[in-house]
């Protein structure tokens, strides 16, 4: 019974059911286009192949709301992720629904967090951000009745809001170009806890095409991709600089903000000024950011959490004629501050004072 | 009956029953040290009193639990609350307890979370994180059970998890007193959005001591007190030095890092350098410091938020021969790094070149 109830999947009910995945999934989430006799066959054979879910899809068929949405967060303490929880509860508040915070690291609280949520069926929807969700779990929240919305990472299986990751790493990597950088360094971070998820892989592409825009090979040695964090991105721009003595970088891609200012620690102790000696660029628009003169190409992650919050309450309250999940992009924009300028005259070595500030 | 419901605290209660505050709010909590007969008198002057009130008191003195903490925090996007909500949630998921999250800005939104939350009993107890609540709301929510813990400030009413915010500022100050500054200026901020809350003046108190300590004399034009910003830190940093242009400051204790990135920033803008020009400390060792190479005195604000959830637990699971409200305050440390040293030899004027970093 554990192993059929454990392999069970929303194809399962529909094929038994004998009606289309998405009419399944419809009559499961209670949602529109389906009549009830359909709603009532589907709620049946999900009785029948898993008795221990249909109470819930019942219950939700009948109209009964929690008025509560998880939000699924790896770390609440980052600045991104307390903007989009910002943004959210801001706008589910408004909207009196209550907001239930999960944090979910690695792998194992994820299958934990999956494994409970639906079978005390605390929720009416789920948010999650930048946060793999794989099929399986998809299905089973579905089938509980509960939505799905994605936030600050793209998903193809339900509504997202993001930037474009791809474009945002054009723009950084274009401004420097322009300002005449061809020895651009990148340093490129991903989350240790979620494996294989594909986080921000399009800030690299960003950064190839524009190198190939210019004419410019890319040059592997000037490239880090670290664990996040600004202490790691320190590290590694260290060991770019030990790397390439002979030929160093003149500018600087970091993949955040945070990384950003890790970067310019390791710089700035190395004596370098900016944008004198060299120039660097981040993503995200930090508040730390302003504070420091560095140059970003900002995204509002405050106003991505509101519309996370919107497509919730869109799944929430579906209206009949529309169609398959949204997806949104948020803008972005290229704000120019002093760690920016010119590719420096080499004839001219760098400062090697060293410098605190 | 609305007027009446308006004014009916605690006292009223206990007056009307017969007993002392103490039983009453014991008894309205299911609490320890009270006899059924007692207990049952009280529900039954409460339900009298306010038929409103009484059947969710009464559904937790049958053991009714929702197994929910609301979580009420001004802006959950800061560093210091992030952490704080990171701790809290950590240690109440590993308790089976969820967390309701709310955001609670001016003193608005606190009149709208304060009357709503026990209206519904959604949660068996609130965590309020640098946030006053005032005697009555606190007496409405021990009416309704739901019990508080504060954390992040301090509170004589009820349990508290905070640093001592007069050791803070101290050990910041002797720092750059035994470093031989003699002038220093103090920025310190206050949240514009919880008037009347006392939010860390004991760090004022320790810039003062530690000042009186060495003989120096406060000077007022040395101190600026601003809204809560690492922007407003940076223009009130150009006010002081634009004011005390003839006999300026060699060091800044700023009451938050924050505070102080923004104080650097104009600094480096006016040529000064870390520390040969100016030194600064900060509190709170917030990621940034390290990047920035900020001396700061650390605290552990995570550690808080998991210390808080053990205080709500408590409250929730009362021990029989436990005391009065418990205070914990966190440990605190000074972490000195680049941006702090000897007093500058003033023979030689600052630098006045503009630099970036």
Redesign the interface.
């Known amino acids: 019974m554990t192993d059929q109830r454990g392999s069970l999947s929303l194809s399962d009910i529909a094929r038994e059911a004998g009606v289309s995945l998405t009419t399944a999934s419809r009559a499961l989430n209670n949602s529109y286009g389906v009549s009830a006799a359909t709603r009532d066959k589907v709620l049946a054979t999900a009785r029948r192949l898993d008795y221990v879910v249909s109470p819930d899809a019942v219950r939700l068929a009948s109209g009964s709301r929690t008025q509560?949405v998880a939000?699924v967060v790896p770390?609440?303490?980052?600045?991104f992720?307390?903007?989009m929880?910002?943004g959210i509860?801001?706008v589910l508040?408004a909207a009196n629904v209550?907001?239930?915070?999960?944090?979910v690291g690695g792998p194992e609280d994820r299958q934990d967090f999956f494994s409970r949520l639906p079978a005390r069926r605390?929720v009416d929807a789920v948010v999650v951000v930048a946060f793999p969700v794989d099929r399986v779990e998809q299905e089973r929240l579905e089938l509980m009745g509960v939505g799905i919305v994605a936030a600050g990472g793209q998903s193809a299986a339900y509504p997202y809001v993001c930037i474009d990751d791809y474009q945002a790493g054009r723009m950084a990597v274009d401004h420097l170009v322009e300002l005449g950088h061809r020895r651009i360094a990148m340093i490129a971070a991903h989350d240790p806890d979620q494996p294989g998820w594909p986080m921000r892989s399009g800030r690299s592409e960003g950064y190839v095409d524009a190198l190939a825009a210019a004419g410019v090979a890319v040059d592997n040695s000037l490239i880090r991709d670290v664990d996040w964090g600004?202490?790691n991105a320190?590290a590694a721009m260290d060991d770019i600089f030990d790397a390439a003595q002979g030929d160093p970088p003149t500018a600087v891609f970091a993949h955040s903000d945070?990384l950003a200012?890790?970067a310019?620690?390791t710089l700035?102790r190395r004596g370098m000024?900016?944008?004198?000696d060299i120039s660097i660029v981040g993503i995200d628009d930090h508040?730390?950011a302003?504070?420091?003169?560095l140059t970003t190409v900002r995204q509002s992650v405050?106003e991505q959490g509101e519309i996370a919050a919107r497509l919730i309450l869109d799944v929430l309250n579906p209206v009949a004629d529309e169609g398959a999940p949204r997806a949104v992009t948020a803008p972005i924009t290229l704000t120019v501050r002093?760690?920016t300028g010119p590719v420096p005259n080499r004839t001219r070595p760098p400062a090697q004072a060293t410098?605190?500030?």
């Not at 302003?290 to 003169?293: F, I, P």
Request: aromatic letters at 8%.
């Open positions: 509560r939000l770390h609440v303490e980052r600045w992720f307390g903007e929880v910002n509860e801001t508040a209550d907001l239930l915070l999960y944090q605390k600004g202490l320190a945070e200012l890790g310019m620690r700035r000024r900016f944008p004198e508040p730390v302003a504070l420091t003169d405050r002093a760690s410098r605190d500030h």
